[in-house]
């Protein structure tokens, strides 16, 4: 990623010098915190795991550029410590690259999710993030899905496509539970009703098929727009209520 600075500079961040600068510029001041930030028992550890040597040197990297800097200051025993602040360019560029969306599907492993947990650490919504990414991909995921070609490396290019696609589906659903009011606008009147588990989802180009599994070991298909489906945040593992209406009802004995 690349950023101007105040002083005219162009500021390159990488992943491991992007997820640094966020953290110390919510107040990870000292290099053994950040470091303990990356370890696999972490909640940030478990997507991006570094040793102390590679945080050190991204801390040395941030320097000097001149993002952050080191201040004296004394530790609970009264010895001399060093504190890392960021400066007002690093401030802005630690923003800036916690906003961008990735560009390419194989960064959404580490990266995008990476950014994800730092947004949730910082107390600051993910939905905005999520909603950039899914159009920042929506290009690149058409074009790997009109790709019909049978060859190995094309079905997984495609299968690639619709995991991600539906990975940031499930995430921005998750990121909505109802709450009490919300559950108050969706009485009807339909009498048929069945509560259901989404199994999967299907896109098209403007219809999306969309799998539902039932207690005990049955199956409900339903087609609806896709751009409804977006609307609703439907994904596997999804909650949703089926509604039906019928003029017959079919009855075979079990």
């Not at 940030?44 to 800097?69: F, N, S």
């Not at 630690?94 to 950014?115: C, M, T």
Request: contains cysteine; hydrophobic residues 40%.
């Amino acid at each position: 990623m690349y950023y101007w600075s105040s002083m005219g500079r162009i500021t390159t961040l990488d992943l491991i010098e992007g997820a640094c600068l966020v953290l110390i510029s919510n107040g990870q001041s000292h290099g053994y915190q950040l470091a303990k930030q990356f370890e696999p028992s972490a909640a940030l550890g478990e997507v991006l795991t570094l040793t102390r040597p590679v945080v050190y040197r991204a801390i040395k990297t941030l320097e000097a550029q001149k993002l952050i800097r080191s201040v004296d200051s004394l530790g609970s025993r009264r010895q001399l410590k060093f504190e890392l602040r960021c400066t007002s360019d690093g401030q802005r560029a630690a923003q800036r690259w916690l906003g961008e969306p990735v560009s390419h599907i194989r960064d959404l492993r580490n990266e995008f999710l990476v950014k994800v947990l730092l947004l949730q650490t910082s107390k600051v919504g993910t939905k905005r993030l999520i909603q950039n990414q899914r159009k920042a991909l929506a290009a690149v995921a058409e074009s790997l899905l009109a790709d019909e070609a049978p060859t190995p490396v094309a079905i997984w290019r495609r299968e690639q496509a619709r995991a991600a696609m539906r990975f940031l589906d499930e995430l921005d659903g998750a990121t909505r539970a109802p709450t009490k009011g919300d559950k108050k606008q969706f009485q009807v009147s339909a009498r048929n009703q069945l509560r259901a588990r989404v199994a999967k989802v299907k896109h098209g180009d403007t219809l999306s098929t969309v799998y539902l599994s039932l207690e005990p070991d049955q199956t409900l298909t339903s087609t609806i727009t896709r751009e409804a489906s977006q609307d609703l945040s439907l994904a596997s593992g999804s909650q949703v209520v089926a509604l039906f209406k019928a003029t017959e009802v079919m009855i075979a004995s079990s």
